[in-house]
């Protein structure tokens, strides 16, 4: 049995891996509820940019722009977005293991976060690009991302760009998802992006044609000129969003595991307070029996 000194020693450790743990969780939950609020409000923006995409829809085919054809290239692009540190739980792992499924063995990577990019790395795959992001994301930086991308599709090498994230559905859940940026596919061109369904059951929502929808717009100059502005905002956009699910999935996982982490290091202080008491009250017990025993000696 462990002597007095020692269980006191570990109560010490395990109450200053506590306070760590709380500290790291309770920065974890600020974090989080920023890029919540910064992922929830792009969403009525990406609500009505999908609006005109719905109506341009009717008057445009996948001919009228490049970004809607399928190029000639043989490999494609996947763009990984993970986190830089770790004590986030399972996401980076599930992501890697959704990746290992989605990705072609000859595809190319680009990656956002350290975790995978070392992950990927280690595996032999070829990274062609990594990028840094801020805390909180910067739409600029997303944007410089989504240009990259589209520039690798338009070189003709690729047929097609995909992006692999974590999309947060709720604090305990988080949903490694596989969305296929380029080409813009003019049967999804329409489809709701409003993120807090995509990676559940692997659907996503498609917009209810309300009134406001049905409306008959004038496009000017054209369709085509709108399309030719419309779709490059569009597409850096979807970056964008995806790269404020993936931190918010980030702060939110690591939230759980760090307050994970302080109720398992309170439960233990809890036992080996117990078993402190227990070898404590065993000596007492001890020392008064000898007492007894060398009293009962002297008579």
């Known amino acids: 049995m462990a002597n007095l000194r020692d269980i006191r020693r570990r109560i010490k450790s395990v109450k200053n891996t506590s306070q760590i743990t ?10 989080m509820k920023k890029a919540q609020d910064q992922a929830i409000a792009g969403r009525d923006y990406a609500d009505r940019l999908n609006q005109v995409l719905v109506n341009l829809k009717d008057n445009i085919s996948e001919d009228d722009h490049k970004l809607l054809q399928t190029p000639k290239g043989k490999k494609e692009l996947m763009l990984v977005i993970s986190t ?24 190319d990577v ?7 990019r070392q992950s990927l790395a280690k595996t032999g795959s070829k990274i062609v690009s990594d990028w840094k992001v801020g805390d909180p994301t910067q ?12 520039e690798q599709f338009l070189s003709g090498e690729y047929s097609a760009v995909k992006v692999a994230f974590t999309n947060f559905e709720t604090t305990l859940t988080q949903t490694p998802w596989v969305s296929q940026l380029l080409p813009v596919e003019a049967s999804t061109l329409a489809e709701k992006r409003a993120y807090e369904g995509i ?28 399309l030719e502005a419309l779709l490059p905002l569009y597409l850096n956009y979807q970056v964008y969003q995806m ?6 999935s980030e702060h939110s996982a690591r939230m759980v595991a760090m307050k994970s982490a302080t109720d398992n290091a309170e439960n233990m202080i809890k036992d080996l307070t117990l078993e402190y008491n227990k070898v404590r009250q065993a000596a007492i017990t001890s020392e008064l029996l000898e007492i007894t025993t060398a009293m009962k000696a002297m008579e």
Do not use: H, W
């Open 243 to 248: 790269l404020l699910e993936a931190r918010a």
């Open 199 to 226: 990676g559940k059951d692997g659907e996503v929502a498609e917009i209810t044609k309300d009134e406001s929808m049905l409306r008959d717009y004038i496009f000017e100059p054209s369709p085509d000129g709108v």
């Open 22 to 31: 709380k500290a790291m969780q309770l920065v974890a939950a600020a974090k």
């Open 139 to 150: 739409f600029s930086e997303a944007k410089s991302i989504g240009a990259y991308l589209t």
């Open 84 to 107: 830089d540190k770790g004590l986030c739980g399972g996401l980076n792992t599930n992501l890697l293991k959704k990746v290992r499924v989605e990705m072609a063995e000859d595809s």
């Open 110 to 116: 680009v990656t956002v976060g350290r975790k995978l």
